[in-house]
């Protein structure tokens, strides 16, 4: 079965440069979550979006920014990256079903602020 | 604010063991309660989860997780563990039908052949 497609994998970047990351959702899910899991922590939640627009908002620093797409992918995009910025960041997809919302998750993207 | 607590950190069992990891959360309304596997290396994998009907739950890999409401708790249950059950756990909590979840902290289970 097709998963969610995060890239890329592996990220690393100077302090104060730019990140984008990418998220492809499981077909046919039209809502995207986006969570940050630092080194030895629980992933915390950032945004998320439904139908292309954005549903809920978390602890996002105001340095990040996303949006979705018309084609349901997402993207991260981070800019002054800081040290703490260091992190895993996941995606996840689900299909706005009260009855079947579980939320799938991505690979994630490691990002490494050098 | 709701909040998910996870009794333990670590675990260290060996295999055939028992586990029984707990989760208890805070919040007073309707909640879907989940719990999520995650290998080394590898992005969180959904064991099973617990919308509405039947407290006890069965997910993949042989776990299962009872909710019970008046204690606030979904507690996650394997009764013979294998090595390769070594991972992270995570219990979340989700306030509404849909949305973001809440993590628990996580507890790392180490299974010793």
């Known amino acids: 079965a097709a998963g969610v497609i995060q890239s890329p994998r592996h990220l690393i970047k100077e302090k104060r440069e730019t990140a984008t990351l990418k998220c492809y959702p499981i077909p046919r899910h039209d809502t995207v979550y986006w969570y940050q899991q630092g080194p030895g922590q629980d992933p915390q939640f950032l945004i998320s979006?439904?139908?292309?627009?954005?549903?809920d908002k978390g602890s996002i620093p105001d340095r990040f920014s996303a949006q979705q797409f018309s084609d349901y992918h997402s993207e991260l995009n981070m800019s002054s990256l800081e040290l703490g910025d260091s992190a895993l960041y996941f995606c996840?997809?689900?299909?706005?079903?009260?009855?079947?919302?579980?939320?799938?998750f991505g690979p994630g993207t490691r990002l490494t602020v050098l | 604010a709701q909040s998910v607590s996870q009794h333990n950190h670590h675990v260290i069992l060996s295999e055939a063991a028992s586990l029984e990891l707990g989760c208890n959360y805070s919040y007073g309304g309707t909640v879907n309660l989940f719990w999520y596997v995650q290998y080394p290396g590898q992005h969180l994998q959904l064991l099973l989860k617990?919308?509405?009907?039947?407290?006890l739950v069965k997910g993949i890999k042989g776990f299962e997780a009872e909710f019970i409401k008046s204690k606030f708790s979904f507690n996650l249950r394997k009764p013979s563990v294998q090595w390769s059950d070594t991972a992270e756990y995570f219990c979340?909590?989700?306030?509404?039908?849909?949305?973001?979840?809440?993590f628990g902290a996580g507890t790392q289970v180490v299974v010793t052949p």
């Open positions: 979340a909590v989700r306030a509404d039908s849909w949305g973001k979840l809440q």
């Open positions: 617990y919308f509405s009907g039947d407290p």
């Open positions: 979006f439904y139908e292309k627009m954005q549903s």
């Open positions: 996840a997809s689900s299909p706005r079903d009260r009855r079947t919302d579980t939320q799938y």
